[in-house]
């Protein structure tokens, strides 16, 4: 195998060496040729195909008002932007993480947990601009573009195989590759043009200086963890003072008004209803338990893993990393025809089989060697499947680690799969998720003092004040507007 790939490594550098003869593309912020190998129809294919996997993995959130905002907002900064003719596509994922995205091509994603943060839809068009802005620069293709080169330049082998990695990701979708991380040369610009598209479109971009405030309150009381939008957006230093340089600049040169956007009340009530925090309805835990009040399974949570849920499975680790199970719904007309598509696309080696009962409902198990690309393991995951059918959908349990390992973790992987059954616990089925109230200050004082007389905990406090954008200071006159959450 050796000999295989140092014959083939001149050939590999000279397509590397011509690649970076013709692989230029135009910026279209500076109007130079810049190296790149992805050129426009690949920038818009990468979105479009990528797409799919962001609204499985988050899932669309149902409010068709909110989303003809986002979009209206949107459409309206692309066509100040550098590329007006580009196809955008906006969407309001479901997710309660403070977060805005873009995919190269032109599709960009708002979280409903940033979207409860904003207090005016200027600081929206704000971020929105500099998510443009990432797009218009072209800042995911380059870094899709040294992602390239590093793959081809090193030969990055996969742990799973191409089959089993369609089943099995060890709490990692695989969407961190989705979430292009920027560097901070990229942040300013696209802070610069998010001022400049949105001041062109009528917006006060002053507000968007305040929402990175607002961002960098959230990482202080986060303590050591990194905000969302910090993870995958690095701050620039003197962000907020900078764009507000930026925005009294941007707003001499073109002519006004400059002021849209700027009603706090307007915009809140677009918000008021919106979930707040994690949906109950779509799973949760408590108790040793996860619950799915929507479609009402339950089964047990192996004590000190973590869970991670999504629309499209749910995954759970052991605290030293070294197993996992992945839960979700595959297609097939019955578990054992689910049970064999699986084991021919991943390629396994069957061990065992068997056809079983699971709390009343037919199963179907395999235990399987998946082979994988990683020497660490000895080449394989064995993997225990449990492939339960139930009102007319295959449910799927896949619990998975090293061959060597997989006697120790065995009985944790049967006990959780046979755990599966019907939701009968009427509390759990009743779950509701946490909304935005709108409550309507009727005695004027400070922030703290309204809140407080609205029922908010002395422990939330804080919380609050930043989802206002306000300081518990803050004076309020009667008839204001403030956020809660019931």
Avoid at 110 to 135: D, K, Q, Y
Avoid at 200 to 224: N, V
Avoid at 226 to 249: G, M
Avoid at 342 to 347: G, I, K, P, R, V
């Amino acid at each position: 195998m050796r000999s295989r790939i140092r014959s083939f490594m001149p050939l590999f550098i000279l397509l590397i060496a011509g690649a970076l003869l013709w692989a230029c593309a135009k910026d279209y912020v500076t109007g130079k040729q810049t190296f790149s190998l992805v050129g426009e129809s690949q920038e818009i294919a990468i979105g479009r195909e990528t797409d799919p996997a962001i609204v499985a993995e988050f899932g669309v959130y149902e409010d068709r008002e909110l989303a003809a905002l986002v979009n209206e907002v949107g459409q309206k900064l692309v066509k100040a932007s550098h590329r007006p003719t580009l196809p955008f596509t906006f969407r309001v994922v479901d997710s309660p993480v403070v977060n805005a995205f873009a995919l190269p091509g032109g599709y960009v994603y708002f979280t409903r947990g940033i979207l409860a943060h904003f207090n005016s839809e200027a600081e929206l068009a704000g971020v929105m601009g500099h998510e443009i802005g990432h797009v218009t620069a072209r800042h995911g293709a380059e870094q899709q573009s040294k992602a390239q080169l590093a793959t081809l330049g090193l030969g990055l082998a996969t742990v799973f195989s191409e089959g089993f990695r369609r089943y099995g990701q060890l709490a990692q979708t695989g969407l961190g590759l989705f979430f292009l991380k920027y560097s901070r040369d990229n942040e300013s610009e696209s802070d610069q043009l998010g001022v400049e598209y949105s001041t062109k479109s009528g917006y006060d971009s002053m507000h968007m200086s305040r929402f990175f405030r607002t961002i960098g309150r959230i990482g202080e009381k986060s303590g050591s963890s990194i905000p969302n939008f910090l993870s995958t957006h690095p701050n620039p230093a003197n962000r907020e003072q900078r764009v507000a340089q930026l925005t009294a600049q941007w707003q001499k040169e073109v002519p006004g008004p400059h002021n849209g956007g700027t009603d706090r009340a307007a915009y809140i009530r677009r918000i008021d209803g919106l979930v707040y925090g994690e949906d109950p309805r779509q799973g949760f835990v408590e108790g040793g338990y996860f619950y799915h009040p929507e479609l009402r399974f339950q089964f047990q949570v192996p004590s000190k893993w973590q869970v991670a849920n999504q629309p499209s499975q749910v995954q759970m680790i052991n605290a030293e990393q070294t197993a996992a199970i992945q839960f979700s719904l595959e297609k097939g007309a019955s578990a054992q025809e689910a049970a064999q598509t699986f084991a021919q696309n991943s390629q396994a080696r069957v061990l065992r089989s068997s056809a079983a009962q699971v709390n009343g409902m037919r199963a179907y198990v395999i235990v399987s060697d998946v082979q994988t690309q990683n020497a660490q393991n000895g080449g394989a995951m064995r993997v225990m499947s449990y492939f339960i059918e139930k009102d007319n959908r295959v449910y799927v349990f896949h619990g998975y680690t090293a061959a060597s390992n997989f006697d120790s973790q065995a009985s944790t992987f049967e006990n959780v799969m046979k755990s599966f059954d019907q939701l009968r616990n009427q509390a759990a089925l009743s779950k509701q998720p946490r909304r935005l109230k709108l409550v309507t200050v009727d005695q004027a004082g400070d922030l703290r003092q309204v809140l407080s007389r609205s029922g908010v905990k002395a422990e939330e406090l804080d919380d609050f004040a930043i989802l206002n954008g306000m300081n518990l200071e803050d004076r309020l006159d009667r008839g204001a507007l403030v956020k809660v959450v019931q």
